[in-house]
């Protein structure tokens, strides 16, 4: 009997022994986390990258973060690393993202990155400004030597033009009489025309003034649906959020670090990119310089040519127009049968337009029809954003209790309860959009 009580004592002290031991070991890794600080140089082309963004995470969470200085250097500590796999991304709005992925980061250790260029530098700008300045003036000398051999030509033709327009004369006079006639009819004909072309537009701003009623209920229905999407996917976020910190019994803000450091990065990235646009903006002032020479010099060719242009034609115009101005005179008489033409038309476009006045006060009287119905939704609208504002109270003040970190137990049922609310005020808004839809399609 005493025998087997002193093997039970040792079988007893045996696991207790063993039980100290792996709980030991558990404690020791644990303990395996540590500080470090790593460094990132960052350059392009041998020169250092002012004001780039060093992101360093690990699977989704973010580690670390800073910006590059003068040097291109970023010094980034990590107070809490266990030497697992972490991703080092680069980014710097002038150049493209550099990424070093599944590496277990040492303390003390640099990491170089050498950036691709995404735009032209300020250098290359200026450059490439030159060039063009230079075959611009070269353009400019060779205008101003055609300008001066167009100037010439137009003499001349001047001189020709004059002996033509004499020739002309005789059949002007008997043009105008047909042209008195045909003009006649014709007044005619546009009188006719204008009412037709009144009552069309009178017609047009009836349908434009429907159409803007349609328009303006579906472009709020839209703004509404996508801002009530917006704020869904906010109140998911915040809930994920809540739901981690019932479980760990805090809410944790890991995003201050990194958010900080871009702010920094954009910073420095803005100075970047105003020093490029400063240098772009010298450029296209010397070209705008250099093009208003040019432009100046093929104004005047351009004058001169068309000068001469004009007094040659001028010149071939009076030789041929004895012969136009009796084809001219046909031409009246057939442009007068014609207006009596075009008046049979307009009075048959009047009668199409009052079929089109009527069409739009139907069509004015459903869309006003519209805009009634849609301001009762929005009446409907008004109680379910109050009820959702009200939710919004309820739950700003759970998520304080929250952060607290007490009784999560009871602020968990809270919170179903609370969703459960927000599910039901979800089901009463899809129903009022739905009702939204079906009014906009039937007027439509």
């Known amino acids: 009997m005493k025998k087997s009580f002193i093997f039970a004592s040792l079988l007893l002290c045996s696991s207790t022994v063993f039980a100290s031991y792996t709980e030991t ?32 995470t690990s699977g989704t969470l973010s580690i670390g973060a800073g910006s590059t200085n003068e040097l291109g250097v970023a010094t980034i500590a990590i107070p809490s690393y266990a030497k697992q796999l972490a991703q080092i991304e680069v980014s710097h709005s002038l150049y493209k993202t550099q990424k070093f992925p599944e590496v277990v980061l040492e303390n003390g250790k640099a990491y170089t990155f050498i950036l691709k260029s995404k735009a032209e530098s300020a250098e290359e700008i200026t450059s490439e400004s030159q060039e063009k300045v230079t075959k611009i003036e070269e353009k400019t000398v060779k205008s101003e030597e055609k300008a001066t051999s167009y100037e010439k030509e137009a003499e001349q033709h001047v001189a020709e033009k004059e002996e033509a327009v004499k020739s002309a004369e005789q059949m002007r006079k008997e043009k105008e009489e047909a042209q008195r006639i045909a003009e006649e009819k014709r007044k005619a004909a546009e009188l006719k025309q204008a009412e037709v072309d009144k009552q069309k537009t009178s017609n047009q701003k009836e349908l434009e003034e429907a159409q803007k009623i349609k328009d303006a209920n579906a472009t709020k229905l839209a703004e509404d649906t996508k801002r009530r999407e917006e704020e869904a996917k906010q109140r998911a976020a915040e809930a994920d959020e809540r739901e981690k910190a019932l479980q760990s019994g805090t809410l944790v803000d890991s995003k201050a670090a990194e958010e900080k450091a871009k702010a920094e990065a954009a910073e420095k990235q803005k100075e970047q990119q105003k020093q490029a646009s400063e240098a772009e903006k010298k450029a296209k ?14 104004d005047k060719e351009k ?24 084809e001219a005179k046909k031409e ?42 849609m301001a009762k939704f929005d009446e409907e609208q008004k109680s379910l954003d109050e009820e959702r504002s009200e939710l919004k109270k309820e739950q700003k003040k759970l998520d304080d209790k929250i952060k607290k970190g007490k009784k999560l137990d009871k602020l968990k049922e809270a919170q179903e309860k609370l ?12 129903k009022l959009d739905d009702k939204r839809k079906k009014a906009l399609k039937k007027a439509n």
């Not at 558990?26 to 963004?53: C, D, F, M, Q, R």
């Not at 007068?336 to 009287?365: F, M, S, Y």
């Open 25 to 56: 070991t558990v404690v020791i890794e644990k303990s395996e986390k540590e500080a470090i600080t790593i460094t990132i140089n960052v350059s392009s082309a041998g020169k250092p990258v002012k004001g780039a963004l060093v992101r360093i």
């Open 419 to 430: 969703d459960e609310k927000n599910k039901k005020l979800d089901e009463k808004q899809e």
């Open 285 to 298: 002032e010397a070209e705008q310089k250099a093009k208003e020479a040019k432009e100046s010099a093929e």
């Open 332 to 373: 009246a008489e057939k442009e007068a049968k014609e207006a009596e033409k075009k008046e049979k038309e307009a009075e048959k476009e009047a009668k199409e337009a009052e079929k089109e006045a009527k069409e739009a006060a139907e069509q004015k009287a459903a869309a006003e029809a519209l805009k009634e119905k």
């Open 303 to 326: 004058a001169a040519k068309e000068k001469a242009e004009k007094e040659k034609e001028a010149l071939k115009e009076e030789e041929k127009k004895a012969e136009k101005e009796e």
